[in-house]
């Protein structure tokens, strides 16, 4: 089974840029695109979404979408990538064309984030990143700011995706793929998979938050009606959504929600004395109820009852 997966649109629209410069009449050049990609976590996984994940984390990641950049700022050679701007307006303008593409699919679909793919059309049947794994004018230098800020996110583990062509009859490309994370090395991690625009890990990466979807006002509207005490305490990287809720005496359950709720089958919890400022361990919740009907009243009764357990 694969690790890193692409639907099919977003295969298709990046192998027409890779051919594109592959082919240019005044010599073959690399190509380089944004992705949108998310990922889904193990069910064994139970961090908390302010936790560092890392690949043991992390069942599979999926390309949704690429963004082709506008070409003529391109500049590209035979074994680099290079964009160039006159003045300040033109880099105005790329920065504008690039967030009118990512900010309303960042908006829509929370639990994705920004990645990078490029090509190298002078390999066959295997590549890796430039200068691997060391510091300098390379590819190393590129990725490193990116897992940085992915860090910050909360995911240690970024995905690398390179292109070249194909060994294979049915196909002209295929890509490789490689991981990045805090030993600060490529890793990698075999050829990337396509899969149908209508697979359901499509429909699992691309989960909208539980508020715009119908009747998720509604429903946080009664939580907050049934519990006096309830509180989103926040939205958290990738698309998780948390609430704050104050039982008994000197005792908070903290609820997590993830992206994909109300279609997913637990939600995390965690509890936390401040009397004694100790907190318990992760749990997990199982939603056993359909869609909305979910209620956290349900689980603060359980944590009543159960009372704190590390």
Request: hydrophobic letters at 35%; glycine letters at 6%; one cysteine or more.
């Given at each position: 089974m694969a690790l890193i997966y692409i639907t099919r649109s977003a295969w298709q629209k990046a192998v027409a840029?890779?051919?594109?410069?592959?082919?240019?009449?005044?010599?073959?050049?690399?190509?380089?695109?944004?992705?949108?990609?998310?990922?889904?976590?193990?069910?064994?996984?139970?961090?908390?979404?302010?936790?560092?994940?890392?690949?043991?984390?992390?069942?599979?990641?999926?390309?949704?979408?690429?963004?082709?950049?506008?070409?003529?700022?391109?500049?590209?050679k035979a074994t680099s990538v290079n964009f160039v701007f006159k003045n300040e307006f033109e880099l105005e303008d790329f920065k504008i064309q690039f967030n009118l593409w990512?900010?309303?699919?960042?908006?829509?679909?929370?639990?994705?984030?920004?990645?990078?793919?490029?090509?190298?059309?002078?390999?066959?049947?295997?590549?890796?990143?430039?200068?691997?794994?060391?510091?300098?004018?390379?590819?190393?230098?590129?990725?490193y700011p990116f897992w940085q800020q992915m860090r910050n996110r909360g995911l240690d583990a970024v995905p690398e995706v390179i292109f070249c062509k194909s060994r294979k009859k049915d196909s002209d490309w295929e890509a490789c793929s490689y991981i990045f994370d805090s030993e600060n090395k490529f890793k990698y991690q075999g050829y990337i998979e396509i899969i149908p625009d209508d697979d359901p890990k499509v429909d699992e990466i691309l989960c909208r938050s539980y508020s715009s979807l119908p009747g998720g006002s509604l429903w946080r509207w009664r939580q907050n009606t049934q519990l006096s005490d309830c509180i989103e305490h926040g939205k958290y990287n990738f698309g998780w959504q948390g609430?704050?809720?104050?039982?008994?005496?000197?005792?908070?359950?903290?609820?997590?929600l993830p992206p994909n709720f109300p279609n997913c089958n637990s939600v995390l919890y965690k509890t936390f004395n401040e009397k004694g400022n100790y907190w318990s361990s992760t749990k997990?919740?199982?939603?056993?109820?359909?869609?909305?009907?979910?209620?956290?009243?349900?689980?603060v009764d359980f944590v009543k009852v159960k009372g704190y357990e590390r």
């Open positions: 840029e890779v051919e594109f410069y592959a082919n240019d009449p005044k010599g073959s050049k690399e190509a380089a695109m944004h992705a949108m990609f998310g990922f889904k976590r193990k069910d064994c996984s139970w961090k908390m979404p302010w936790e560092i994940l890392d690949l043991s984390d992390i069942q599979y990641y999926l390309i949704t979408h690429v963004w082709v950049p506008p070409r003529k700022y391109t500049k590209h990512k900010n309303p699919l960042a908006s829509r679909y929370p639990a994705l984030d920004i990645g990078y793919i490029h090509s190298h059309q002078f390999a066959t049947g295997f590549t890796m990143p430039s200068g691997l794994n060391v510091k300098g004018k390379t590819d190393y230098s590129r990725v609430f704050q809720i104050r039982y008994l005496e000197n005792n908070i359950l903290y609820v997590l997990l919740w199982p939603k056993k109820e359909f869609g909305f009907r979910f209620q956290l009243r349900d689980l």
